[in-house]
């Protein structure tokens, strides 16, 4: 069975570093494409439009055309299988319509990805599509709720670059990173660790950082997805705040990931969805509870080591993005054939 992939190709961009290597590697020995989800017309414009305004310029547009030339792309590949990465994306700019055209020709999956916080705008795209795609098992749940067997899980992970631990450890500049934008309890948090003093921390994120005087000093610029690896690297700990900038309620943050990839310990906050994967990763509950969740690993270089290369072992053998991906197509191989 031929597989097309559409998604967001952007060089550099979170995809193009987590996902789409693993993806190229679990297709080998299967026919497969792989395209930008947004080339209407180029990839040029494609990442042209994931750079700029993405919803100013799906405003702007003729979406019945837009549809069309997505119709017409993918039916000049002819695939039995394609998947749609993510919803977020999709649901921009694609209408109903298109997605049951496109299921006369062949089986349409749509990866829903890191949807707890969006699980009611979600929702209604359940049922449209042969197949979802779930991080997150309870969501998958809810969505199977709705649509009983209309839900995969495939649970989050990692493609390792390097897969000895000891490789990976290198002399720490900063004591802490935390790499992302100032909104919802963010800059709170990152206060709170700067006024009780004596941690090295670095931020990297976009220019509102210089708009908090007591944070503008470690703000050290901005980093693209394909530059953030080596930065945490230079970390002891890496700041993972999973509250979203909406509600504060908890979701899933690629940087518990990405800091378990490099060798590096995550500080997450309390998250019951990490039980799921039984990562023992240390948790706060509140920004003093934070900074001293810091210090005492700081204090604790040994056991900080044990658990970053636990949790690296663990990820390792049971959620290598290759293989998570590898068993995904083969379950919808199976599924559609």
Known sequence: ????????????????????????????????????????????????????????????????????????????????????????????????????????????????????????????????????????????????????????????????????????????????????????NRPELLEEIVCAGGVNLAIFGNEKWQGYPRLKEYHKGFLTADMTSEEIRKAKMVLCFTEDHLTGANHMNASIWLAIKEGRLPICTEYPVLEDYGLAVPTYSSPAELTGVIKYYLDSPNERQFMAMNLFGKVKEEFDFVNIFRDMFDSLENEFK
């Open 1 to 184: 069975m031929k597989f097309l992939i559409a998604c967001d190709t952007l060089p550099g961009g979170t995809f193009d570093r987590d996902k789409i290597p693993a993806i190229r590697k679990a297709l080998a020995g299967k026919e497969h494409e792989i395209i930008d989800l947004l080339s209407f017309n180029s990839d040029k414009e494609a990442h042209s439009i994931l750079r700029g305004d993405i919803k100013g310029w799906f405003a702007k547009q003729d979406l019945k055309e837009l549809n069309r030339k997505f119709i017409q792309r993918v039916q000049a590949f002819k695939p039995d299988i394609l998947v749609l990465g993510s919803i977020d994306m999709v649901s921009l700019f694609m209408f109903p319509e298109t997605i049951k055209r496109l299921r006369w020709d062949m089986s349409v999956v749509c990866l829903f990805g890191d949807d707890e916080f969006m699980l009611n705008r979600h929702a209604h795209w359940v049922g449209r599509f042969d197949k979802n795609i779930a991080a997150v098992k309870w969501c998958a749940d809810y969505y199977n709720n709705i649509v009983p067997g209309s839900t995969y899980y495939m649970p989050w992970g990692v493609d390792f670059h390097e897969r000895d631990f000891d490789k990976l450890q290198c002399e720490s500049e900063y004591d802490a990173i935390f790499v992302g934008n100032p909104f919802g």
